[in-house]
């Protein structure tokens, strides 16, 4: 049995952050076919830290600059691109390495009106109308879509 | 810090009952080529709220009639479907709208099995032999998978 | 009302060993057009269960043979193909039946850190570099991805 079952959670989620191999390219592929739309409308925390790994491991697995990460989060996922979220320096650094953060505008204009303030987003999010119309968007142009 | 965490959650769920503005089109499309199938297998009951605003919000975003939307429900989240949900009046006005709502057989047997007699699906929701089979029949044809 | 709720979610979770009618073709398709990534990133253990399921009713619902079927499995959901996992014997029947079950090595690295010891995998799972790679993969290989 694994005796510290915590532990070994904490370093499930963390894996991502490890580098991956490079992965196979078919015959008429090149890297830059390679483009992947992340979605996160969850409750559970844990996931925050599991698709921002996702997208790191990511852009370790491809040659630099090769592939393209998109996050887009709505409902409760939206909590990812707050300004105050704990992973916001980490949202900063995989912004700059070219992973896009897109928040989504229906969300926050539900929030706004319960809450009689606007709450504020990171600025590395940008602010979509709809964050499922957006994955349509990205998937109709080729991205692949994982929920992680 | 937010006061009012709770509301703030169900302000974000909630979110999706919102217009959202039209979505970009490539040269080459149409919004005909939108058609979304939206998956629901959890447990979790804030997810059956999350999908059917999913739903409103994507009839929103595209112009009348243009964008199909199926919902396609199996394992825990055939609740989704019961004649006694407390979500059946939305979902009755959605599947006026336009909306499917797919109820996995597989499901609906092994919950027979168990009970002793069948539960009762709202008469919004049509029966598929399967309800992964006919994700995969969907996503063949062209649909969007979406897994709020 | 429903007497025996817990029932009822195992009824609901075990629904897909049961079989299932085949699904529709398009008169351009075969059956070997079918090909499915399932995937498993979660924690909550009822999804054990719902993916084994969810690979099984595939199988029943094509023909023998006709229909490839992949589990990828990475962070907590990893935890499915521990050798000591409740599902081993399910895993190794699936498996013998020509399920793939593929392991995200990035995850097993940051565990074995994590623990010191490198946690012992089914022998039915394929250790891959890493499990989102892989899963864009298989995508772009005509992978039907969803997320039970």
Do not use: W
Not at 26 to 38: I, P, R, S, W
Request: proline share 6%; charged share 20%.
């Amino acid at each position: 049995m694994l005796k510290n079952f915590h532990s070994l959670i904490l370093a499930m989620v963390a894996a991502f952050s490890i580098s991956a191999a490079a992965p196979a390219l078919a015959a008429d592929e090149t890297f830059a076919d390679y483009k992947y739309v992340l979605h996160i409308s969850d409750m559970d925390p844990s996931k925050q830290e599991l698709i921002l790994n996702n997208a790191a491991n990511l852009l370790d697995a491809y040659p630099p600059g090769a592939v393209e990460v998109e996050i887009v989060a709505y409902g409760p996922g939206l909590r990812l691109m707050f300004a105050e979220n704990i992973h916001a320096q980490r949202i900063n650094s995989l912004s700059q390495s070219g992973v896009k953060f897109s928040a989504c505008d229906n969300t926050l204009k539900a929030m706004t009106k319960q809450l009689g303030y606007e709450p504020k987003l990171t600025p590395d999010a940008k602010v979509v109308p709809g964050g499922i119309v957006r994955i349509g968007e990205l998937v109709k142009k080729g991205y692949i879509y994982i929920k992680p």
